[in-house]
DNA sequence: ATGAAAGCGCTAACAA
DNA sequence: TTGTTAGCGCTTTCAT
């Protein structure tokens, strides 16, 4: 085993809380005591031993990150973001994949719980209930929904889905189908919301198709059932799903953006390298995981209820085009 | 605050070792007992707090990973895999991102030594006497390395860069450029050797560019160089920089395939939504990730230098065609 | 099968 | 400024 406290504290001829607080409370040990104590620890390779410090402070230093799935492109960045953020702060990330599975979910909360000093939970597809039961256990940030009580980071899907919207009918797309995410997401929910009310706003005709998973099969799958209503233009659930549908509908034969136009949500890296490139309102993945974990820790006065939105943009790329027989004026 | 061993123990009518024992070693306690137990520990929502475990026992249930970069598409799909296997034996994944910084992933194995029962090093770029050395602080398993001492994962590069030549001779091509990777990564090294080897005995011309960047905007940078040399063919050090490359030589106005074919290394997801599909060396990186778990959970004979290599497969797209002028006989 | 007692390595009052 | 003294919540001998 490596050093102790006590092997320290001996070589260095001071007592043990001495040694701890050269570590933990250096203002409160005289300079020369400090320097020398570290240097016996350095030379020593002594280092504080985290579960004995959690033990008694009660804090781990680390963080949680509930993600749905890992291999949605939408998720790295901002667990990259969120893992920089709290190493910053002295804190490292444990992630964890729920696979989409709101009872794996709680499990792991509740699993982390003691383990964590708090929890990001991305993208959440337990219920609300859930949520604030868990919340007793443990300090929670949700990103990416709609809950009472803890703090929420949000993107701002319904201002992404209007741009689109406008970016649209400017083209002179007049029916839209929209392609749902999982059931459960609050996003899906979101975005549905801000899609009826932009159709009906711009009179344009509005399909809806869904539940669906997340994915690209789903998207590609889905395709066949766009054809079928005659839009002229999409708007998927996410990237993932839009990159499935373009696929579905190059396979069926109908070209993107000449017969129909694609719109995607969350701008992941794949989005800049397929092409036709894909329009898609870009969501700021990496501020949102900075800001989560700035929640998390500075959440200084508890009962003030936070809830941050961040602002989304609509990055015009390849896959629209006016709509067919319907030129840009 | 959640309650402890005390209150399960007081309320339950025995003594806290017994709870202790309900849950750690339920055969040491008898079945009426244990259940009463039990129930009353459900009851309190009560769950044994970790960091007392681990500070006795000396087993954390947690385990490190390391990546260079997490936005790397490669990453992802093996975390998830690693975080799966993980949990499935009751382990919990701490991930942290080294920026490809040599410096940084020393620092975090050193800070994750005694916060986690061993740690994944997942292709890292920290020198092999670092290893060594880290080795003392923390049980190890490193990925995409060799390394003498601890157990070590490898991809069979060496195999599926074999193949990629064979594709690309067998398509006529006799000059090709390999576009490698950043420096202190042993990936590259060992590509380059490979190609090297089966460029001589295939009577290919090799040109080598590099070191640079493992992405995508290194590759798009590289696509002049690789122009300059009038080569047919490219394989590059993975699937970011090949599709890097083709988006730099697709912007030179060089048709892909048509006049230069492009290989890439990992299959990562975008690799098949991009046109032209990438033609590239897969790598089985959920493997992997499970691979490594195991030989960290499973080492029961230490001393025994594991060193597993996993299969590649050569997947091909359509990034590669026959070499212009050369029609395929 | 259960209880008693001794810590794991550290921090945090409280004294001195 | 430093030492003393209790534990944090749990596991693990050792008794019984």
New interface residues.
């Given amino acids: 085993?490596?050093s102790t406290i006590r092997d320290v504290a001996a070589a260095a001829g001071v007592h043990i809380s001495t040694v701890s607080r050269a570590f933990s409370a250096p203002h409160l040990v005289s300079r020369e005591t400090r320097d020398r104590v570290l240097e016996v620890a350095e030379r020593l390779?002594y280092?504080p031993?985290?579960?004995?410090r959690?033990?008694i402070t009660g804090r781990?230093h680390?963080l949680g990150l509930l993600v749905a799935?890992?291999?949605n492109?939408f998720?790295?960045?901002l667990?990259?973001a969120a893992?920089?953020c709290a190493?910053e702060r002295g804190y490292?990330?444990?992630?964890?994949?729920t696979?989409e599975d709101p009872v794996v979910e709680e499990e792991l909360v509740?699993?982390?719980?003691?383990?964590v000093d708090g929890i990001l939970l991305c993208s959440p597809r337990m219920t609300n209930e859930a949520i604030g039961r868990l919340r007793e256990?443990v300090p929670l940030v949700v990103v990416n929904r709609v809950v009472a009580g803890p703090p929420v980071v949000l993107m701002d899907l319904a201002a992404g889905v209007r741009a689109a919207f406008e970016h649209l009918t400017a083209l002179g797309h007049r029916a839209v189908v929209l392609v749902t995410g999982p059931r459960g997401s609050w996003a899906s929910g979101e975005i549905r919301r801000a899609a009826t009310a932009a159709a009906r706003s711009a009179g344009v005709d509005l399909t809806v198709l869904g539940p669906n998973p997340p994915t690209?099969e789903a998207g590609a799958a889905a395709a066949a059932g766009v054809l079928r209503t005659g839009a002229t233009a999409v708007l998927a659930y996410n990237d993932l799903v839009a990159?499935g549908v373009i696929?579905g509908l190059v396979e069926a034969g109908a070209d993107v953006p000449g017969r129909i136009s694609v719109v995607g949500i969350d701008d992941i890296?794949?989005s800049r390298?397929?092409?036709p490139g894909l329009t898609t309102v870009a969501t700021p993945k990496a501020a949102a995981g900075r800001a989560a974990v700035d929640l998390l820790l500075e959440r200084g006065g508890d009962g003030v209820t936070a809830r941050l939105t961040l602002g989304t943009e609509l990055v015009v790329r390849e896959s629209t085009a006016p709509a067919p027989g319907r030129p840009l004026t």
Avoid at 110 to 115: G, N, V
Wanted: negative net charge; charged residues 20%.
């Fill in positions: 085993m490596s390779g280092r031993n985290p579960a004995a959690a033990l781990t680390n799935d890992l291999a492109p998720f790295p960045p667990i990259k893992a920089g190493r490292h990330v444990v992630v964890a994949d696979d509740l699993a982390l719980a003691r383990q256990e690209q990159i696929e890296a794949p390298m397929i092409s």
